[in-house]
């Protein structure tokens, strides 16, 4: 990167707002996601839509990429940026621009952080569904192209599902607006395919979501098992019985351990192989009907015991070991790799005894905190990475869980996407022909694939690749 190109941005968003010295630098070389680094070329930091929009401009006339970054809580690499790019933080877009109480609506800046949105429009008995358990820092930004879910997306849906428009700047500057806040648009369903597209498409820098009634009644039950087997046949057993809870998680004993030896102590049973945390929520007679059917449920299932609680503070103390697991197990060891697959519900069983396996197979520590209701893995590991054949075996391990999950009839991500750590798995479910067909989607928003390079299409494989190399030959 030259002092051309400095001056240039710095001349858009002044030059506090770019950074380009090594130890700035460094503060990006990573996401949530410790097997992944690169050192951006520079990183700049936008005040508004505008500048935005002149960055991507200057970047699309002198044909330099750009990768967009929210928060830097994503778990695939997905907001890395070598040193060829430019990194575009978004954090400084934090305004909630609209909210509209009466259609439901609100309409906000990508950095605005997703708690602080539900926070915002809880005056209003109004809530904005999707719950990463990263919602105390990851922006909806962030959470749009990723197409993030979390615990209460098994009821209402993962963020595409409350997404209604979004104003995009597109990689060569122009702006366009997809999907109307007045209803469902005609032709396609353009949001859809921006929702997920992991930065490749452009920037979201206005994003207008749904927002939801609070429910009437909420009821949080805590299940403990001695098996971890019990507790997966158990959340098979609750679906089955035509229940869908508004949330459904499983934690296993090293999970519960880190979470009872930190300060997010949540009053769980160590002992447990596993526990399940349950809520239910809606109309306060049907929420009492549909508990004691679970509570059944569970004990038939092999629950030791079952704890249930109304009153907000006693559930939010139930729900803290869970959305703190992460910060928990950061205690463990110096790195958690979290990792993030998918399995038929009905899967879960055998998938939760092959990981175990894999565990003893690495000698690694895992532990498991996962939307079990989604089947929605999400194995932990806690490793040193300054220990080069521990991570090596860090990253065997991974591969074989994705592997046995793909053999389970899953997928090798059920939320935190692709970005660089999927890459490699991506032929094992996609034919090259099919991935050839996503580079095309890909090139319709960006010909010169500058936005987000070598990220989520694996080029090596598509099929058009394969045909230039045999051309060649
Ligand atoms: C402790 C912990 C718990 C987590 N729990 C969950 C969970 O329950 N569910 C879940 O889905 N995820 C979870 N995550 C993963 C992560 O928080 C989500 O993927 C989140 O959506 C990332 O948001 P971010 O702002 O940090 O984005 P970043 O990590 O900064 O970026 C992620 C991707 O989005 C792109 N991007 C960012 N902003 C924009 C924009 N405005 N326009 C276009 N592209 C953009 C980036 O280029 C990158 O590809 C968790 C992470 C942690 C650390």
Same mark, same amino acid.
């Given at each position: 990167?030259?002092?051309?190109?400095?001056?240039?941005?710095?001349?858009?968003?002044?030059?506090?707002?770019?950074?380009?010295?090594?130890?700035?630098l460094a503060t990006y070389s990573m996401d949530?996601?410790?097997?992944h680094e690169a050192i951006p070329?520079?990183?700049?930091?936008?005040?508004?839509?505008?500048?935005?929009?002149?960055?991507?401009?200057?970047?699309?006339?002198?044909?330099?990429?750009?990768?967009?970054?929210?928060?830097?809580?994503?778990?695939?690499?997905?907001?890395l940026a070598?040193?060829?790019?430019?990194?575009?933080?978004?954090?400084?877009?934090?305004?909630?621009?609209?909210?509209?109480?009466?259609?439901?609506?609100?309409?906000?800046?990508?950095?605005?952080?997703?708690?602080?949105?539900?926070?915002?429009?809880?005056?209003?008995?109004?809530?904005?569904?999707?719950?990463?358990?990263?919602?105390?820092?990851?922006?909806?930004?962030?959470?749009?192209?990723?197409?993030?879910?979390?615990?209460?997306?098994?009821?209402?849906?993962?963020?595409?599902?409350?997404?209604?428009?979004?104003?995009?700047?597109?990689?060569?500057?122009?702006?366009?607006?997809?999907?109307?806040?007045?209803?469902?648009?005609?032709?396609?369903?353009?949001?859809?395919?921006?929702?997920?597209?992991?930065?490749?498409?452009?920037?979201?820098?206005?994003?207008?979501?749904?927002?939801?009634?609070?429910?009437?009644?909420?009821?949080?039950?805590?299940?403990?098992?001695?098996?971890?087997?019990?507790?997966?046949?158990?959340?098979?057993?609750?679906?089955?019985?035509?229940?869908?809870?508004?949330?459904?998680?499983?934690?296993?004993?090293?999970?519960?351990?880190?979470?009872?030896?930190?300060?997010?102590?949540?009053?769980? *049973?160590?002992? %447990? /192989?596993? @526990?399940? =945390?349950?809520?239910? !929520?809606?109309?306060?007679?049907? #929420?009492?009907?549909?508990?004691?059917?679970?509570?059944?449920?569970?004990?038939?299932?092999?629950?030791?015991?079952?704890?249930?609680?109304?009153?907000?503070?006693?559930?939010?103390?139930?729900?803290?070991?869970?959305?703190?697991?992460?910060?928990?197990?950061?205690?463990?060891?110096?790195?958690?790799?979290?990792?993030?697959?998918?399995?038929?519900?009905?899967?879960?069983?055998?998938?939760?005894?092959?990981?175990?396996?894999?565990?003893?197979?690495?000698?690694?520590?895992?532990?498991?905190?996962?939307?079990?209701?989604?089947?929605?893995?999400?194995?932990?590991?806690?490793?040193?990475?300054?220990? *080069?054949?521990? %991570? /090596?075996? @860090?990253? =065997?391990?991974?591969? !074989?869980?994705?592997?046995?999950? #793909?053999?389970?009839?899953?997928?090798?991500?059920?939320?935190?996407?692709?970005?660089?750590?999927?890459?490699?798995?991506?032929?094992?479910?996609?034919?090259?022909?099919?991935?050839?067909?996503?580079?095309?989607?890909?090139?319709?928003?960006?010909?010169?694939?500058?936005?987000?390079?070598?990220?989520?299409?694996?080029?090596?494989?598509?099929?058009?690749?394969?045909?230039?190399?045999?051309?060649?030959?």
């Amino acid at each position: 990167m030259n002092s051309f190109l400095f001056d240039a941005l710095a001349r858009i968003v002044g030059s506090r707002w770019v950074k380009h010295r090594r130890g700035e630098l460094a503060t990006y070389s990573m996401d949530g996601l410790p097997t992944h680094e690169a050192i951006p070329g520079v990183v700049v930091m936008p005040g508004s839509p505008h500048e935005v929009r002149e960055l991507v401009r200057l970047l699309h006339l002198i044909q330099v990429p750009f990768v967009a970054r929210g928060a830097g809580t994503g778990l695939s690499g997905g907001a890395l940026a070598e040193e060829d790019a430019v990194l575009i933080t978004l954090t400084r877009l934090n305004r909630i621009l609209r909210v509209d109480g009466v259609r439901r609506r609100a309409s906000v800046e990508p950095g605005v952080v997703n708690a602080r949105l539900s926070e915002a429009v809880a005056p209003l008995g109004l809530q904005y569904v999707p719950d990463p358990s990263s919602q105390a820092a990851c922006t909806i930004g962030g959470n749009v192209a990723e197409n993030a879910g979390g615990p209460h997306c098994l009821k209402y849906g993962v963020t595409t599902n409350h997404i209604v428009s979004l104003e995009v700047v597109l990689p060569d500057g122009s702006v366009t607006r997809l999907g109307s806040e007045q209803g469902e648009p005609w032709g396609p369903d353009l949001v859809g395919l921006f929702v997920g597209s992991e930065g490749m498409f452009g920037i979201a820098t206005e994003i207008t979501v749904r927002l939801e009634q609070m429910p009437e009644s909420v009821r949080t039950m805590l299940a403990d098992f001695t098996t971890v087997r019990a507790a997966s046949e158990a959340v098979s057993s609750i679906i089955s019985a035509g229940i869908v809870p508004a949330a459904l998680e499983m934690m296993d004993q090293a999970c519960v351990a880190a979470v009872e030896a930190s300060i997010y102590a949540a009053g769980y *049973p160590t002992d %447990a /192989a596993a @526990v399940l =945390l349950v809520e239910l !929520d809606g109309q306060s007679e049907a #929420v009492g009907g549909e508990a004691q059917t679970v509570e059944n449920i569970l004990l038939e299932s092999g629950a030791r015991a079952v704890r249930s609680a109304s009153a907000l503070g006693d559930r939010a103390r139930l729900w803290q070991g869970r959305k703190k697991a992460f910060g928990a197990m950061g205690r463990i060891a110096p790195d958690l790799a979290v990792q993030d697959a998918v399995v038929p519900r009905s899967a879960l069983p055998g998938i939760m005894d092959r990981i175990e396996e894999i565990r003893k197979q690495y000698r690694l520590t895992i532990s498991n905190v996962f939307h079990a209701g989604d089947g929605n893995l999400h194995p932990n590991i806690s490793f040193d990475r300054r220990d *080069p054949a521990t %991570a /090596a075996r @860090v990253q =065997l391990a991974c591969r !074989d869980i994705m592997a046995a999950c #793909v053999a389970a009839g899953g997928s090798i991500t059920g939320e935190h996407g692709v970005g660089s750590d999927k890459l490699d798995y991506m032929p094992w479910i996609f034919d090259a022909e099919t991935l050839g067909a996503m580079r095309a989607v890909r090139r319709v928003f960006d010909p010169a694939e500058r936005a987000n390079p070598g990220k989520v299409v694996p080029v090596h494989a598509c099929r058009e690749w394969h045909a230039v190399k045999s051309a060649r030959a």
